[in-house]
């Protein structure tokens, strides 16, 4: 459907440059100027077509269209004052400079924000950087829309920092083309996309526009190429990482398998950076519920968990982050406990490692029969109590003594160890008191409880 309009198209410009040509060479000379002007205006429209339609790494939105306002309106041909000397797109809110010169707003400010204090075309000096609304050549450039039917937008508060000029997709696709080739261009690449990603949100905003800037990015990963040279993957993992921060990116990256799988290789084989900034992505995409789910079925759960017994503490810090995102969905509980999750987090737990994060993780995963078990069977109990007894962080007593409701509310054989604490330090009563209000209700659920029952005698 898409091939048949852009054929349809290119078809009806031709068709119609074929009628003005002919009226200009059958013609006495007796021909108007608008002729010949429409006539140079529908080839340079063809031409524009042409080159756009070629070039495959043109960036396109998901319907097929060019995402900047003004390509439904290349085939009029705009007067070139109607459009922005900055983006090359017709303008919305045109503005003028301390020069004289108009721009639309968004692109000059986003100009002027990056601290560059010149006209873009004249190069003078700006007095001041005020911008005065041209409202004569917004009504002009309303007036000209009206008499083609198009309607031109109200202009709105846009994100200076996210619009994109064609100079940033010009970029990109030298970028995406250097990926594909020699080992040193792919290099020099990456670092500049990683760079310009982290720093330039416009470049963010541009990866949503076509599915095919994905493929490109990865290519150098991809299975069939060479095993990537080490600071090659870890800048194009990075620039994941960059990107994955737009809420528009999160779900198309979590839907993309080849991505995934790229992560969880960076994770198992990456320098010590790739594996933080792999978990990290992770963490992020798992922002949308709907990727928790995805990332959980592909097994990066696995290696997050290998991260967070092995890594380095950065790592460490990012996997048990994406660990902790993973978990708000219940399917991922059980997947985190079968990868052994509850042993390695309550080791670093003992050797005081991320106390505050993995006590958070391990309160979700208690909700889990086989969490709770393993939790009773490395002695978690007695080192539970004594962080509430000791910690000076109430977070840090809030999730234990959580913990210890669901332990002592699955298995009945811990109520006579926290009856013992009780009686020797009232620890729990202290916490009852003291505590946080859910902190409050947990201990009061256990107290109620224990106190409860005739005789710990004998238990099963």
Same mark, same amino acid.
């Given at each position: ?44 429209s063809l031409k524009d077509f042409k080159i756009k339609n070629k070039n495959k790494n043109s960036l396109s939105s998901k319907n097929g269209t060019t995402k900047s306002f003004s390509h439904k309106f290349d085939h009029f041909a705009p007067p070139s004052h109607f459009l ?35 006209? $873009?075309?004249? +190069?003078?000096? =700006?007095?001041? /950087? !005020? &911008?005065?609304?041209?409202? @004569? ?92 040279? $080490?600071?090659? +993957?870890?800048? =194009?993992?990075? /620039? !994941? &990482?960059?990107?994955?921060? @737009? ?98 987090? =309550? ?108 005789? =710990?005698?004998?238990?099963?």
């Amino acid at each position: 459907m898409q091939q048949h309009s852009v054929m349809a198209e290119s078809k009806e410009l031709k068709e119609r440059l074929w009628k003005l040509v002919k009226t200009i060479v059958d013609s006495d000379d007796d021909y108007s100027l608008q002729t010949t002007d429409d006539a140079i205006s529908t080839l340079s429209s063809l031409k524009d077509f042409k080159i756009k339609n070629k070039n495959k790494n043109s960036l396109s939105s998901k319907n097929g269209t060019t995402k900047s306002f003004s390509h439904k309106f290349d085939h009029f041909a705009p007067p070139s004052h109607f459009l922005c000397p900055i983006s090359s797109q017709l303008m919305i809110d045109p503005v003028i400079l301390s020069t004289g010169q108009t721009y639309d707003r968004p692109f000059i400010q986003r100009w002027l924000n990056e601290g560059k204090r010149t006209c $873009p075309q004249t +190069q003078q000096v =700006l007095s001041h /950087t !005020i &911008l005065t609304p041209n409202y @004569l050549v917004r009504d002009m450039i309303a007036q000209w829309c009206k008499e083609r039917g198009l309607e031109l937008p109200q202009p709105s508060a846009r994100d200076t920092d996210e619009v994109v000029t064609n100079a940033d997709r010009d970029r990109l696709n030298v970028l995406l083309h250097k990926l594909s080739c020699s080992v040193s261009d792919q290099k020099a690449a990456a670092k500049e996309l990683r760079l310009l990603t982290k720093r330039t949100p416009s470049f963010r905003t541009l990866f949503k526009e076509s599915g095919d800037v994905i493929t490109q990015l990865l290519h150098p990963l991809s299975p069939g190429s060479a095993c990537p040279h $080490p600071d090659l +993957q870890e800048d =194009l993992i990075t /620039t !994941i &990482l960059n990107l994955s921060i @737009l809420d528009d990116n999160k779900k198309v990256f979590a839907e993309d398998p080849t991505l995934i799988n790229l992560l969880i290789d960076a994770m198992k084989w990456g320098t010590i950076p790739t594996k933080s900034n792999a978990a990290a992505a992770i963490f992020t995409l798992s922002a949308i519920d709907s990727n928790k789910l995805i990332i959980g079925k592909s097994g990066a759960i696995k290696h997050l968990v290998g991260l967070l017994d092995e890594g380095d503490t950065l790592a460490m810090k990012d996997a048990a982050s994406a660990i902790f995102n993973l978990c708000l969905v219940h399917e991922n509980k059980g997947r985190t406990v079968r990868e052994g999750a509850v042993r390695v987090i =309550l080791n670093k737990i003992m050797n005081s490692i991320l106390v505050d994060e993995l006590l958070a993780i391990l309160a979700l995963l208690s909700s889990h029969p086989t969490a709770v078990e393993e939790m009773r069977d490395c002695g978690a109990v007695p080192f539970l109590l004594k962080i509430i007894r000791e910690s000076t962080s109430e977070r840090c007593k809030e999730n234990c003594i959580a913990i210890l409701y669901t332990i002592c509310y699955n298995d009945r054989t811990m109520w006579r160890e926290i009856k013992e604490e009780e009686k020797t330090n009232g620890t729990l009563s202290k916490l009852a008191q003291c505590g946080t209000s859910r902190a409050k209700r947990k201990a009061s659920g256990i107290l109620e409880r224990v106190n409860r029952s005739p005789s =710990l005698t004998h238990t099963a």
